[in-house]
């Protein structure tokens, strides 16, 4: 599924861009960092926030640490913010000290990208 939505500047004196993609698949983690270091070089002052939400089944490879380090120095270097659906680790029993301390933990993936659009104006994109 592929959807996107959204115009995202800030409504506080210099406007940003932010951006928000939501994927199941943990191997998109990469094209998407990749295309966040591509709007970051292209909005220079106006980039502003970049998050990926990860949700669904696949999150159980979030515990691989030697996998998800590599995604994390990259994400970091590129100023994007890793989350999770917290019905999602829930559902299949995974714990937080199990995941990388990088990735933050939603309520639910779908709520958080509703807020963003609607109080924050920020870009979305859904894979």
């Given at each position: 599924m592929l959807g996107v939505s959204g115009f995202a500047q800030t409504k506080t004196g210099i406007e940003k861009n932010?951006?928000?993609v939501s994927t199941?698949?943990?191997?998109q983690l990469e094209p998407i960092i990749l295309t966040a270091e591509a709007l970051k070089q292209e909005?220079?002052?106006?980039f502003g926030d970049f998050?990926?939400?990860?949700?669904?089944?696949n999150v159980k490879e979030l515990t691989d640490k030697e996998k998800m380090n590599n995604y994390v120095k990259k994400a970091?270097?590129?100023g994007v913010e890793i989350?999770?659906?917290k019905l999602s680790?829930?559902?299949l029993?995974?714990?937080?000290?199990?995941l990388h301390p990088y990735i933050k933990v939603v309520d639910h993936a779908f709520t958080h990208l509703l807020q963003l659009q609607k109080n924050k104006n920020y870009y979305s994109i859904e894979l």
């Amino acid at each position: 599924m592929l959807g996107v939505s959204g115009f995202a500047q800030t409504k506080t004196g210099i406007e940003k861009n932010n951006y928000v993609v939501s994927t199941s698949k943990i191997p998109q983690l990469e094209p998407i960092i990749l295309t966040a270091e591509a709007l970051k070089q292209e909005d220079g002052h106006k980039f502003g926030d970049f998050q990926i939400v990860l949700y669904g089944r696949n999150v159980k490879e979030l515990t691989d640490k030697e996998k998800m380090n590599n995604y994390v120095k990259k994400a970091k270097a590129a100023g994007v913010e890793i989350k999770v659906c917290k019905l999602s680790i829930n559902y299949l029993k995974i714990d937080k000290k199990d995941l990388h301390p990088y990735i933050k933990v939603v309520d639910h993936a779908f709520t958080h990208l509703l807020q963003l659009q609607k109080n924050k104006n920020y870009y979305s994109i859904e894979l």
